[in-house]
């Protein structure tokens, strides 16, 4: 959990984070997770997450912070993690003593203990029966921005509902991780945004409403246990009495809606209408601003955080560093200078010779393997160090331009 304060003009005054298996030991996390026995289960406690927000505070308030001055509060939160509260929450949520910290009123609120998170890939019947559902993976992704995800929540409550169907009664609100973290500032449940509900599989990225085949595809009820979605920028109101007791912030200070990390990375790098992002990462990630995006199979289409009526795509390929240290190693002795003497020495277009590196099975596309063509375009063993250097850097880059312009991203002249 990380926390940031900025001034009118941008400038960081402080930042501080928790982590949580070292700061919370006592929840035996690991990398805070727990990795269930199928090794497909992930999850993670829901009151590590409020402690750990206590913990942030007390710490802040123990160096003399000065909360009175905190105009407005906005956050983001790992994208397609659930939060479930039992029923009766929203009572003790809005009445919490300002003598206690927040994990001890809340220890008996959630109706699932470990919430599911983005890293589960337990869900894949509950995928398969919601693309069944909507006649198709391609007409699901027409109607959300993207074809069944294993993580995704809409595929996560199915399988709560399909398990434990009286858990899933007990639940009188599902939040996402972000609109949970809103929640607990606001002392009332936050809603959903646009930009992150549309990582659900439920969400009509189109009308910015519910989906209701969609939900009913996933478990009775569901549309009342969401509530309404809000634009990604909506003020919600003002901080919980709570925090002005226990903290002293501002009655007058505004709690703005929480997004999920990607939609937040997007906003944060100010991206505007044309411009694309790419995270060069274990894998790589590329999202961008979009105008008039065409959902595919592969890929994502998001609703805007900065601009309701506009879309981000968000591209995933897990090729990415580790791939290309692995080409280092074996073309350049292990050195970036080497490697980068050696794309420097090639020109642009590699001469017609081109290579597609996947050492593992890629996300985008769906292939698995090494395969290296000549200027004539036949299959080849092998290339020359220099040649095989260019092959991948520009492969990688290519395939993301060809990927992004699939959603509909249009490459300004």
């Known amino acids: 959990l990380k926390v940031i304060a900025i001034d009118e003009q941008l400038r960081v005054i402080y930042e501080d984070n928790v982590n949580f298996d070292k700061d919370l030991p006592e929840f035996k996390t690991q990398g805070g997770v727990y990795i269930h026995s199928d090794r497909l289960t992930v999850t993670s406690p829901v009151l590590m997450w409020v402690k750990a927000l206590d913990m ?3 710490k802040m308030k123990s ?3 000065n909360f009175s001055q905190v105009r407005a509060l906005s ?15 929203i009572q003790i949520l809005k009445n919490a003593s300002s003598e206690l910290p927040l994990h001890q009123s809340l220890k008996a609120c959630f109706s699932v203990s470990n919430s599911p998170i983005w890293m589960d890939s337990s869900t894949a019947s509950q995928c398969s029966a919601l693309e069944k559902a909507m006649g198709g993976a391609q007409h699901l992704a027409s109607i959300t921005g993207s074809r069944a ?3 995704f929540t809409g595929n996560q409550i199915a399988k709560i509902y399909s398990q434990n169907p009286e858990v899933y009664m007990q639940t ?8 949970f973290a809103a929640s607990l500032f606001l002392g009332a449940y936050a809603p959903i945004d646009y930009s992150d509900g549309s990582g659900m599989n439920l969400l009509q990225i189109w009308e910015k409403v519910w989906s209701v085949s969609c939900l009913d595809a996933c478990a009775p009820g569901l549309e009342e246990k969401l509530g309404c979605p809000v634009p990604s920028h909506s003020v919600l109101g003002p901080i919980s009495p709570y925090y002005n007791q226990r903290y002293g912030f501002s009655p007058d200070c505004k709690i703005v809606a929480f997004t999920g990390d990607n939609p937040a ?3 944060g790098m100010r991206l505007q209408e044309g411009d694309i ?3 060069l990462g274990t894998s790589d990630t590329l999202f961008l601003w979009i105008q008039e995006p065409t959902p595919a199979l592969e890929g994502h289409i998001l609703c805007n955080p900065v601009d309701s009526q506009t879309y981000m795509a968000l591209l995933c390929f897990k090729n990415g560093s580790l791939m290309r240290e692995r080409i280092r190693d074996d073309c350049a002795s292990g050195s970036w200078d080497e490697f980068s003497k050696a794309l420097s020495s090639t020109v642009a277009g590699n001469n017609g010779n081109l290579g ?5 099975m890629e996300i985008t596309p769906e292939a698995v393997g090494i395969h290296r063509f000549n200027r004539d375009n036949q299959k080849v063993s092998d290339f020359p160090k220099e040649v095989e250097i260019r092959a991948l850097i520009e492969g990688q880059f290519m395939a993301k331009r060809i990927h992004a312009e699939k959603l509909g991203y249009k490459v300004s002249k």
């Open 149 to 151: 995800y294993e993580r």
């Open 277 to 279: 992002a790419i995270s």
């Open 75 to 89: 956050g983001a939160g790992q994208q397609h993690g659930s939060v479930y509260w039992k029923k009766g929450s």
């Open 356 to 360: 597609f590196y996947f050492d593992v």
């Open 265 to 267: 990375s997007l906003a």
């Open 56 to 58: 942030i505070l007390e």
């Open 172 to 179: 009188e609100r599902i939040s996402l991780v972000s609109s």
């Open 63 to 65: 160096l003399g912070f």
